[in-house]
């Protein structure tokens, strides 16, 4: 993939965008974390691991929900289920229409996209090809914070190098919920495992 994300404005690093205190994860009756502290910088990248079913993915939801109010803060969100952002009856190329038609079209090129599969509907697509436009929309964006549910997990074993590269050059922070080793210890600077009591920062050497 030639791929990059683009020049944007950064939000400073030592400036705190997230600060959640005792914050209580339920569903429905059932409490899914007690009790959940975190803090985040502006060019943070964070990981967050743990067991199936703990609540990972609501917790990046309440996230995105307290971070897309930010007027300083443009985020790109990769949610597990694509569908939640991803217009499903529409093409890739449609879906990322904007002023600069080319500029679109330059991306999904550089995505591997034929020129087929950038008029072919997003549902008939694979979930690699699906994540890739997700991609492509944050970089037209100008996202300089992300929010990234198992960003690795639809990237074929010869894209993965890639796409850690990728985040590994993204100039702007994220949080990123992932069981995949490699990319955690290769991407993030900080790892917290997920647990019903709360978050509990690991060592690198966890992995």
Do not use: W
């Amino acid at each position: 993939m030639k791929f990059s994300f683009l020049i944007f404005n950064h939000s400073p690093k030592s400036k705190i965008i997230l600060d959640l205190n005792q914050l209580q994860l339920k569903q429905q009756v059932q409490t899914l974390i007690h009790e959940v502290n975190l803090q985040v910088r502006g060019q943070e990248k964070i990981g967050l691991t743990g067991a199936n079913g703990v609540g990972k993915s609501t917790l990046l939801n309440i996230i995105y929900q307290k971070l897309q109010h930010q007027s300083d803060l443009q985020l790109g969100y990769m949610p597990q289920n694509y569908k939640l952002f991803l217009d499903m009856e529409s093409n890739p190329l449609k879906f990322l229409q904007t002023q600069q038609t080319g500029q679109a079209q330059t991306y999904l090129a550089n995505l591997q996209f034929s020129r087929d599969e950038m008029h072919q509907a997003i549902k008939d697509l694979s979930g690699g090809q699906q994540a890739k436009i997700l991609l492509a929309k944050m970089v037209l964006d100008k996202a300089n914070f992300l929010i990234l549910d198992e960003p690795s997990r639809n990237f074929s074993p010869t894209s993965q190098p890639e796409v850690r590269q990728l985040f590994q050059q993204y100039p702007g922070g994220f949080i990123c919920v992932s069981h995949d080793r490699r990319f955690l210890s290769q991407v993030c600077d900080k790892l917290y495992q997920v647990t019903p009591q709360g978050l509990e920062e690991l060592p690198f050497s966890f992995l």
